[in-house]
């Protein structure tokens, strides 16, 4: 698999740190609730290597969409993926548990008045 930066833009700063870190940590599709049609696709477009350059996880707040973004991620860097989930054993799971896999970025769009 190629090398690739994964970047998470997060739309709204009313997150604190405490609750990112929350989201960020419960990175696997077993723990994102619902959306069994998304998470499935999701799969079969890494598992067919066809992902696009950018995906945009948009609905209404509270729906999911930044987990089920986080949990993608992970799924794509996992080095020993299963059939529906990332292992969360690996060093690429380890590190996206961490916060520290070098190829996570997280933009957080800032407004200035």
Known sequence: MSRTTIKVLIPD?????????TIFTLVKF?????????????????????VSHALLFLGPEGGGNLPMA????????CETPSENDSCGQCSGCKKME???HPGKAFLF?????
């Open 13 to 21: 700063t009313r997150y604190s740190f405490n609750t990112l870190f």
């Open 98 to 100: 961490k916060l520290v």
């Open 109 to 113: 769009e800032v407004f200035i008045t």
């Open 30 to 50: 077993s723990s994102v609730i619902g959306h069994p049609e998304v998470k499935q696709r999701l799969i079969r477009s890494a598992n067919d290597r066809r």
């Open 70 to 77: 986080i949990a993608f991620a992970q799924y794509l860097v």
